[in-house]
């Protein structure tokens, strides 16, 4: 570190921002950046960050991939838009074939491009009503799903999400997660709630996070995911995956529901899709995806030529450099280092995930959820230099989202500093 933290270039900047952004829109380490490469951070002041956080799971190539970069650059110089409705081009065509190519599954798919998550699981919605001539949605606790109208609905905390902004889009209906470490959600439970106070035959589709993201890095209990998926196939609702966050190979396989062997009838990316450019996307089963009628599906600027390039630079990284790999390198290296804290330093519950999306729940006794131990935690990696990033119902875990280009010193550096942090918070 250069400066304390925030330096005095950010504290300048901090005080243009808040007579000129809202303060509606949050901030978690009020440093300004300059730049940013495969793990680091670095500020105006000149100081270094560990990236623990991956800008929320986008970079997950690395900040300023080369490739990205190149792919982006030549993109750039050859058009910047033409609106694919209005004019087509090749790029979108071949990011589309990509995801219809890794999406679990081997039957026929179709593809279509957004700009963002939000964007792709209101789509996501809008096909399965159409579909199925059906309106509930049935969402979980826990859940997250964008902010807009319908997806804000979905999303399970009310603060910051919700409060205050509703009312909220109808027919939207919640049930509990699967939450091993609570106790809660267990499928036959949540089977049974879904048909008496829904009813099999309204339901749309079902919109699940194979692990719960901002809710606090859940993963639910093995088979939860699969029958949920066997429940849709009965009841004639689609499965709606969101791997918005859990996916592009954040958790060692190209989607996590892969390993959940669950197939989803419509599947939602973005994040790390693009490498930092904005693009969404949903991906399903071609004879739902081609029931919409003409005209139905699109936006002006939904895969933008840039962020299409983009994404294609994305799947080529993940595959040359083996990052399905790195990422489950990366979680039995964090898992090693963490999992020894549960039982010992006393506020660390639970250490749970999968691959590279790692979360550590905090807890004080009757794991009553620990808010403030997960802020002290944040607080003291922050002026360590280490990025992390908390989530959480409660706002009491800490999740890691390294990217999965890290090399393993910086890795091993930014795991000093948690580990001390978990030991000194609690
Ligand atoms: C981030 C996220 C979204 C929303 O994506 P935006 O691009 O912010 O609209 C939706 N679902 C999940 C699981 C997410 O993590």
């Not at 000129?20 to 949050?26: H, T």
């Not at 048909?195 to 919109?207: D, Q």
């Amino acid at each position: 570190m250069h400066t304390v933290i925030p330096g005095p270039r950010s504290l300048e900047l901090a005080a243009r921002r808040a007579a000129a952004v809202p303060n509606g829109v949050g901030v978690t380490l009020p440093v300004f950046i300059e730049r940013a490469t495969a793990g680091i951070l670095e500020d105006v002041d000149g100081n270094r960050f560990i990236d623990f956080g991956s800008g929320i799971s986008v970079t997950n190539v690395g900040n300023s991939a080369p490739a990205v970069v190149e792919a982006v650059s030549a993109a750039a110089e050859a058009f910047t838009h033409t609106c694919f409705q209005v004019t087509p081009y090749e790029g979108y065509v071949a990011v589309c074939e990509r995801l219809n190519d890794l999406a679990p599954g081997e039957h026929e798919k179709r593809s279509f491009l957004v700009n963002s998550g939000a964007e792709a699981v209101e789509n996501a919605v809008k096909i399965a009503r159409y579909v199925t001539g059906r309106s509930a949605v049935v969402a979980f606790d826990h859940g997250f799903h964008g902010r807009t109208l319908l997806t804000m609905s979905l999303t399970g905390k009310a603060m910051p999400y919700k409060r205050g902004f509703g009312p909220f889009a109808p027919e939207v209906y919640r049930m509990p997660y699967s939450d091993p470490f609570h106790g809660s959600g267990r499928l036959e439970e949540v089977i049974r709630s879904i048909e008496t106070t829904v009813g099999a035959e309204a339901v749309a589709c079902i919109v699940v996070e194979p692990i719960a993201g901002e809710g606090g890095f859940v993963v639910p209990e093995a088979g939860w995911l699969a029958g949920l998926a066997e429940w849709c196939k009965e009841a004639g609702a689609l499965l709606v995956v969101d791997e918005i966050q859990s996916g592009m190979g954040r958790t060692g396989t190209w989607f996590a529901c892969e390993q959940d062997e669950v197939v989803p009838d419509l599947m939602t990316t973005a994040k790390s899709l693009g490498g930092g450019l904005p693009i969404g996307a949903v991906t399903g089963r071609a004879e739902v995806m081609e029931m919409v009628h003409r005209g139905g599906l699109g936006g002006t600027f939904g895969g933008n030529p840039l962020a299409c390039a983009a994404a294609l630079a994305v799947f080529d990284i993940i595959e040359s450099q083996g990052l399905l790999d790195r990422a489950c390198h990366i979680g039995r290296v964090s898992m090693s280092r963490l999992s020894e804290l549960v039982g010992r330093a006393p506020a660390v519950g639970d250490v749970r995930g999968r691959g590279a999306m790692i979360g550590v729940e905090l807890v004080g006794p009757d794991r009553v959820p620990d808010a403030d131990a997960a802020q002290r935690v944040a607080a003291r990696c922050h002026q360590a230099g280490l990025l992390v990033l908390t989530a959480g119902t409660y706002s009491n875990v800490i999740r890691l989202l390294p990217p999965l280009v890290m090399p393993d010193e910086l890795l091993d550096d930014g795991l000093d500093v948690l580990v001390d942090a978990l030991g000194a918070a609690t």
